[in-house]
């Protein structure tokens, strides 16, 4: 079955060639191998699985929405099913809130796995609700299954591994692609993306606009003598704001949402209020009386004229200093550095250890230079206190492990260092050159980073900012397991036993009845119960089933599965299957 040419001659033997496949990175063979064993075995909850898994793997999520949704109709008690379909629905525009619901049921019938937990974490965290986030993945992190143990090197993998980054992002507080966009809204977010540009383009387009304009109507001024001629000339530019407005508004179709998009993306809101207040500042430029104290000049140079021009003029720069100052500064990026470092198998994580780390490096150099500046201000000597930065910014890159495969953090480590050593000589001896080679390092930290930025752009690859920060998917485990299976043995003690005993839990606790069951060709129990199994399965629907053997007599077995009420019946999809020997005198020959 290794082979390419052979070919399997049963639906499970197919399944397990196309989890194989996966394992290999071929889906689309896995994909032909799954297809294959749902043609053999249209009943095949685990082949619907496998094809759905197959379509998502190679991109196509709309295809892998049908079969996901056949397997849990096939078993509606199999927990896999119900993290596959809710991992299909996580994709697909507007079934935020199904997919949720289908993590949970998941949750509920295993709360003993990690990967429901881990789904209902992406979830949340693909909502910006970062602590909710944090919350299920320690849940997950906090089972241990033994199939998932870390491997030999030490590092977690499959949906352990997918906890841990994903772990270390919400404690980043990453933002998600569509910061804008709550996947709970049931709006395509093409929609949204579209009113998003619209809005990102009028700010942009009349923020540029008013500030050159400024500029040229004060050159005008204060140049040619010409500030009645400029101004008038500033309200042309003003009034052409308006078609602006009216064509960017056009389109932007979910007027109904905006208010929530502007609140869920601090930075569009604050781009959309700064391009406002640039108008507003603007008008009153033009408009306001000005008593000029010399003709012609007064105007340009009054204070009023001089702080309202700043707000048009430098409202930009300065909001992007201030974003800057706060991507570095959110987040936990040490604490995140410890669970990318506990996933470092995984290529993800290694993308995100490097990207942790030049957030480090940004915070120690913007502490660097407020010390620096601290101590010009009060006392030269207090530059001293940097030399701290540096040893702290190496103990906290350490939590990621070795410091290695980025050359150009290597360089910002230096420089940090070197910018800590000149500024507190500095501040010690008085020298002159030993400040300017300080604050000489801390401007080359910035063409470093600059030029690292460049280079990724440049060639494709990630770069050192928050936007390279990946949130790591498909490393579940579950989706690929197979079903448990009722060997013979079984079947024949369940169809042959005198009487069938459920146990189940309820708010008096375990309790157990009487049932009459039977055994479906999918290997799914199906029982017909009395009505506190049927409220009792409403709140906890883990059960256990156990018959003795009629004909030998000497076994019993216990079937641990979900229960799942349908019609008349209660369907009970297996999780583990028991088998045990009765004692009596036949144990000692």
């Not at 007027?255 to 603007?282: E, I, K, N, Q, Y």
């Not at 009395?530 to 018959?547: H, L, M, N, S």
Request: charged fraction near 20%.
């Amino acid at each position: 079955m290794g082979e390419e040419d052979d070919e399997p001659e049963n639906p499970r033997a197919w399944c397990e060639l196309a989890v194989a496949h996966l394992a290999a990175g071929r889906p689309e063979a896995a994909l032909r191998a799954a297809t294959a064993a749902a043609e053999l075995d249209p009943l095949s909850e685990w082949a619907h699985r496998l094809v759905s898994l197959g379509h998502s793997r190679i991109g196509d999520d709309r295809e892998a929405l049908a079969p996901a949704r056949e397997a849990v109709r096939l078993a509606p008690g199999s927990w896999p099913s119900r993290v596959r379909l809710a991992e299909v629905l996580r994709r697909t525009p507007g079934r935020w809130g199904e997919a949720r619901e289908q993590a949970g049921l998941a949750a509920r019938f295993a709360p003993e796995e990690p990967e429901p937990q881990v789904v209902l974490g992406d979830l949340a965290l693909l909502r910006g609700a970062h602590r909710e986030a944090a919350t299920h993945y320690r849940t997950a992190l906090s089972t241990s299954p033994p199939a998932r143990e870390p491997d030999a090197g030490g590092q977690e993998r499959g949906a352990r591994g997918q906890a841990r980054i994903n772990l270390g992002l919400a404690l980043l507080r990453w933002d998600r692609p569509r910061a804008h966009h709550d996947p709970a809204w049931p709006v395509d977010p093409r929609e949204t993306g579209r009113a998003r540009r619209a809005l990102e383009v009028w700010s942009r387009q009349v923020r540029l606009l008013l500030a050159v304009t400024t500029l040229a109507v004060a050159g005008a001024a204060l140049a040619l003598d010409r500030g009645g001629e400029a101004r008038l000339a500033g309200v042309a530019v003003l009034l052409a704001v308006v078609p602006i407005t009216v064509r960017q508004a056009r389109r932007v179709r979910l007027w109904s949402h905006v208010p929530a998009m502007l609140a869920r993306d601090p930075w569009l809101g604050t781009a959309v209020a700064s391009a406002v207040l640039s108008v507003a500042a603007f008008t009153l430029w033009l408009v306001l009386p000005v008593v000029p104290a010399t003709p012609g000049l007064a105007p340009v140079l009054d204070p009023l004229w001089a702080g309202l021009a700043g707000v048009v003029v430098l409202g930009w720069p300065a909001l992007a200093g201030v974003r800057l100052f706060a991507e570095v500064w959110r987040g936990r990026p040490v604490l995140a550095l410890e669970q990318f470092a506990a996933a470092a198998g995984e290529r993800v994580a290694r993308r995100d250890v490097v990207v942790a780390r030049w957030l480090l490096v940004g915070r120690a150099w913007s502490a660097q230079l407020a010390l620096a500046v601290v101590a010009l201000a009060v006392d030269p000597r207090g530059a001293v206190l940097g030399l701290a930065v540096p040893y702290l910014l190496h103990r906290a890159s350490r939590r990621g492990g070795p410091v290695t495969g980025d050359r150009w953090l290597g360089v910002a480590f230096a420089l940090v260092l070197a910018g800590a050593v000149a500024c507190a000589t500095g501040g010690l001896t008085g020298w002159v050159w030993a400040w300017r080679a300080g604050l000489g390092a801390k401007l080359a930290v910035v063409l470093v980073f600059a030029l690292r930025a460049v280079r990724a752009w440049w060639r494709g690859a990630p770069g050192p900012g928050r936007a390279s920060l990946l949130m790591a998917e498909d490393l579940l485990d579950a989706e690929t397991r197979p079903p448990v299976a009722l060997d013979p043995e079984v079947r024949q003690a369940l169809a042959y036993a005198r009487g069938v005993v459920v146990a189940f839990g309820d708010e008096r606790g375990p309790r157990v009845a009487g049932v009459i069951g039977t055994v479906s060709a999918l290997g799914e129990l199906r029982l017909i119960a009395g009505e506190e199994v049927w409220a009792a399965i409403g709140t906890d629907p883990r059960v256990a089933v156990f018959a003795a053997d009629a004909l030998r007599r000497r076994y019993w077995v216990e079937v641990r599965g979900v229960a799942w009420a349908e019609g008349d019946l209660v369907r009970v999809t297996p999780k583990q299957v028991l088998v045990t020997e009765f004692p009596g005198r036949h144990q000692r020959r």
